[in-house]
């Protein structure tokens, strides 16, 4: 509609809603800058061989399948749930804060009877994934009704229902609603598809895959820091033996004599744990430092 | 009245509204974090050889050119618009999303008649920039009216006047409104711009400069990113032949036998095309990081 | 209540509140994680040797005192007023917008009679730290009637008290307030406080030392930034000479002849007055990047 | 679990979310003032023979017919969607402001060819009411897949779907998607429901029979207005009987001889054409004045 | 463009932004209501034969004399502002809270040597009236500067210019800016306008005086109120006569002998003068209610 | 400051923060309307005889007791914990959503062994009211700790002290919090309170006797309505004997024959039991209408 032009365009679908500010910061990071009016439903991308549709992460999988998107980035949930035949590209990372994926799991009120899946036979659940709950249990040999739940599922399973499936990632919230985690149905991570025919075309695949690194070491880089320091020429092996997490290290020389500048890419969470075990064997000017990307 | 101390002092006057969050952010970058009270109008800032007023950005040029104020910041529209008299200091970088300049375009609703100025005649015109508007016609000989516009420029373009002369960088308002560009009058970027006594003073222009050199290095910052790899030392050559984005790049050896590291800084929107050739070229452990000044 | 287990766990309350989220922030810098729940007043974070609890920065010290926290971080204020017996683990930086300690000012209207705090005998003070200001009248010997201030202090001068104590930064909100500084009564910055028991534990105190070390690493490194130039060989000596404030900078061979790289890493206000100089004596491509930890 | 009483409670559903500050609302008017808070998820209600669940209107019916709710208020469309076996004790009132019924209508793009149901046959339709879409449909004998839309559902008529079924009640926001209407499939009003055997339990039925009368009185009161005016006694009988709107007035003398107060209540709407016409027929001091409930 | 009838329809011009939720209010009490959405610029109103264009108060005018509006609300400032020549059809009520017209003052700072429009000469002044200004100054035979001011007048007053016009109600936001009143240049109250071909029209004219009455009939109604109070018979004289604010009253007989019922509609800010008068001259049940409309 | 007028003004304090737009909103009911400017401390008031200051309700009494205010609305709880001498001028109503007084609780967690006050000796409890509380200890000659809670006292009942004394008016939070209340310490009410010298001023009594009988009358009106109906004249004393609620009505003549008006001022509570017996008694046409004010 905007323009007639046979230039190739790739469609890629982008989780609107909750997950839609973090997912347009990562894609930023990734080098492709969104912006989104409030009087269209097509955001700006500054890349004119992207078109951007946000759409519910729910149904993200339905629409790369039937080909109105080349390509999407949604939950590994949402694409078993819709049962939705499409290539998958990629898996990102964690949460960084819980460094856990998500998961939907079945729970029940901490004081009630039900200990296991088999204690579910003749009950009610409410959920918002039916399908999956339902092919849990099936796989499981238990009948039970399965309603869809429209939202806070969570204070349902005081009343109105015997069990909920719920998603969670530190269980923090089903402890605050008095709830007990009975049983883990599936973990989820963000994965990024494409329709099968798009990945046919070369031209198509070319940019989805590159989009891909792209994303994948903006998010990787999300995880990750630099570290710098110096250490004592002579400490340097014993420090870098009983420190396998400094893999690979850069080692250069510095001015100063006896002593190396050290740096290296590590896991930003390891380096709580390292930065008091540098100190200890002998490292100064210990320089933390952050990345936009890291692509091995 | 705050100090009665023969030390001077610049007064530099920021543009309030819609561009003071990312201006006094911008102004943080470049070394100045201010702070502004919602009790008093004259806001804080950590260098008391500096004064700063927050004033609209379409009053900038006109309180420098006066002299209340040595120097500001404020877009190239407004400071023609006003036809104010002061000194341009220097002309900063486009915005990071579109690295387009901001248009003031003539803009008439997709069904409308009006094809060229020139079908202007006699018709009427709403705009905010009501004198850039009326030397653009004379330019083009057109005699037409030319209404001030106190807001909501774009819905009137259907029903209250014959055409509009608008502000747009994407175009994606216009579209949204259903909206058609005629022609671009006047492309815009920010400026920073001296009062002309204030700049013979010698304490004044240095202060200034300098003030134009961090920002500068700022705002060239926000576009650039810091790029560092591991490569073959003998594949080396050829990468930095065929990928010329990659200039004057500081090259160190490794401890590693045979692989060097490459570090260089390169325009940010380059690097999501960048990064699959270098992949491509044999470069590995890609590490892009955030600047937050360069001065070259 | 979580868990029965005998993993030795660290509690450390943190100020709730308006600092909240700074202080979240700082820690996740630090690197913990902490999520907070609105269902909850247990925060969530990534490291299950730690609970947190979020108390007003007012309490944290008498909390720990009592041992039902292990550690804090709380105001220097806060621990005198309450005149906790706590051991202080370190303290932290100023602000960095103002590089200033807060202050407890003794302040009156700018018309007041009042010039010192001798002039106070007989009057009323208003205040949110009531021992506080009542030492400080005893010290100087000066019998006033101090009240308790539950909100609004400034606002009181003006008509329901002679004087205020009151917490201030830049005192640009006094100013706003047109209220006059008397006297300073006690600079304040944040400390690390820890239980007296909880500081002869071995496993708790090497814990807390490893948080304050990491929590230092982070907030040093918000005032601090990364600083690389290329800098002409023969002229690095009398550039190193002038420029003190580059102590101990790495200096590394670029692949260009008589070219050196010189990098340090520097107070981040120091960098606006810098940069003006370093080019003046000949360094080029200089770039400033930010750090997540800084640790000497 | 908040009390071991023999007292009878009834157990009303109100829906939570887009409509739950309106219904609190009217049920305040009602008589009965309800808050809720954050923290619990039962909220208070000044009466304690009634218990209040806030539920997403769409489950209302489905608990209530499965007992867990004696009765509830919902809209018509929910009810027949879900196919819920319920008792229906009372219709409410139209909307005031537009005083239409909320309507599902099946809708296109304006340009889309589609002129009537059949020709969806084959087609792609997406809405959040799948058992009613799927219904329409076989009463028409169409055949046309239907999909459930998690939301945004008029963005989708453009690119992903062939037609939506959305609820509309002035058709403006439509038009602004520039959808065209083709049918409309169920006009919906709210309704207060019951459970099947709380209907028979004596106590229950009067409670429910007594929350309807004031709910209706309150929600009747919504649109109609109290109307007094000073009609000259011989102008009356013609007034009377050009107005059949003042049915049932009731008349006094006044101390001032020869006129008579008129007094009556009608519909809001009414009266923006009533005033004019009885200003004309020689009423003086016309008094409108709100009402909270009209008992017929 | 909406629908292609011959059915006559009258345009209204109402003031969006701030003025635009009271205005809304005001046209609901007179019987309109009027939904906007945010993805349309045409309003929804319950009146088929209305059409409703928000448009900022300093524009109503302008486009009520060229005929794209038959009528609008805006304030007798902005008429005057734009020299529009329209017919004017009727003046409203001031603001409920103060009682007072809003007022365009020249203002100028506490301490300013500025005592009369005189002292003017040769001065600058900021305003948004320029036009009202210029013809105040010549009226006075002053020369002085007037330039467009885009807002935070009040704040230039002290260093940008000599002296501000600018709007007031109650003058307590000059006084917290520290300014001084020298002269009140126009008070402006709201009218509505009617452009003079549509004023001929003679169903848009009976139209526009209908909405005229019922729009000042709700705008009487928010400053008078309903008072009822029982009176001993032989009281009722003296009290008429001492409290002639109770102009008019209903006078009815309770079964209760010896007392009447006195009804009557009264300023409402005379209420709290006149109730402890009533009380002492004996009234007893003294009742409070609210109108909706009050047309005479 | 303001003006230098030998009229008499009345000082009233008004609490400030979460009470405040309540308060304003009943003074406004009462006949005084004041607006808040963020810029200025004190309100404006349309009547130049009173003066409005805006302090957190737990100092108002303080100020009025010293003289700086002649009068102010605060909780009698506060009047207590301030032990202030002040004359009390009037109570007010309670809540209207609830119709109990907030009262201060003793509250424990759900399963603490504390059962009675008794139990505290030797404990630690945390409360806003200090003084309240050691007073109520005594009274029961229980020795314990109090301390001063700056907030979130409730959460710190579960693991900072042995009870919290907090404030509660359906207990609700407290449930959601899992607390149990052992006992109440004080039930309060708002109250009119004046300074014990301007109380001897006969025109500032007679200025706070009145505003005491507007507020009051305003207050009232929003527990009552006022109520009309049509009863058959027959069964008109049946209705009122078995009726006691209808007090006092005003009974009028219809112009239908056979029938009376009746109507009546009346607790709004009491309606929703009342409309269902006046229908069952024969009643026709109720209405029920607000009311602003009411005084006996």
Redesign the interface.
């Known amino acids: 509609m905007?323009k007639k032009t046979s230039k190739p365009v790739l469609r890629l679908g982008l989780p609107?809603?909750s997950l839609q500010a973090a997912t347009l910061e990562k894609m930023a990071k990734?080098?492709?800058?969104i912006?989104v009016?409030?009087?269209?439903?097509?955001p700006?991308v500054?890349?004119d061989e992207l078109e951007i549709?946000l759409?519910?992460a729910?149904?993200v999988s339905?629409?790369v399948e039937h080909g109105?998107l080349d390509c999407g980035i949604t939950g590994h949930d949402w694409i078993v749930e819709n049962g939705s035949d499409v290539h998958e590209v990629g898996e990102f990372l964690f949460s960084?804060?819980?460094?856990q994926p998500a998961r939907w799991v079945l729970a029940v009120p901490e004081q009630s009877p039900i200990k296991t899946v088999k204690d579910l036979e003749g009950k009610r659940i409410a959920t918002e994934v039916v399908q999956l709950t339902r092919r849990f249990l099936r796989r499981n040999r238990v009948k039970a009704e399965v309603?869809f739940?429209?939202?806070?599922t969570e204070?349902k399973a005081?009343?109105?229902v015997d069990a909920i499936v719920e998603l969670t990632e530190?269980g923090?919230?089903l402890?605050?609603?008095k709830l007990r985690i009975v049983e883990t149905i599936l973990a989820s991570t963000p994965r990024l598809i494409s329709n099968r025919l798009a990945w046919q075309d070369s031209w198509k695949r070319r940019k989805i895959?590159?989009l891909a690194?792209?994303l994948r070491?903006a998010l990787e880089?999300e995880a990750k820091?630099?570290l710098k320091m110096n250490v004592p020429e002579k400490k340097l092996p014993k420090l870098l033996q009983s420190l396998p997490a400094l893999r690979?290290p850069?080692?250069?020389t510095?001015?100063?004599a006896g002593w190396v500048?050290v740096e290296t890419?590590i896991d930003?969470?390891v380096?709580?744990v390292l930065?008091?075990q540098l100190?200890a064997a002998g490292a100064?000017?210990?320089?933390?430092?952050?990345?936009?990307?890291?692509?091995?």
């Open positions: 905007k609107k809603g990734a080098g492709f800058h912006s009016s409030s009087r269209s439903y097509i700006y500054d890349d549709r759409i519910r729910q149904e339905r629409y109105y960084k804060a819980t460094r309603e739940s429209w939202g806070a204070v005081h009343e109105l530190t923090s919230s402890r605050a609603n895959e590159n690194m792209l070491g880089a820091v630099g690979n850069t080692i250069s510095l001015s100063q500048a890419i930003e969470h380096v709580r930065i008091p100190k100064e000017g210990i320089i933390e430092y952050p990345l936009n990307k890291v692509v091995y």
